[in-house]
């Protein structure tokens, strides 16, 4: 997906995934562990809102997502 600018200090930022879509393919956990992670098929947010030092890797992980399930906001 396209990169949706630099993070700014101080932004908050959190995150769902669309348990509908989520196929629990597990591609987001490897991509952001510390905030991503498989409950039985499917993944679920460890951390909300997304500590700092984990929003570049959490936009990679949505951007990644094969099926879209992951939304950010922020």
Do not use: H, N, W
């Amino acid at each position: 997906g396209m990169a949706r600018g630099l993070i700014r200090e101080g932004d908050f930022m959190t995150v769902i995934v669309a348990k509908e879509v989520c196929t629990g393919c597990g591609i987001c956990a490897d991509v952001c562990p510390g905030i991503f992670e498989l409950e039985g098929a499917l993944a679920v947010i460890k951390v909300s809102p997304i500590p700092k030092r984990e929003q570049t890797a959490c936009r990679d992980a949505a951007d990644s997502c094969p099926v879209c399930a992951i939304a950010l906001d922020g």
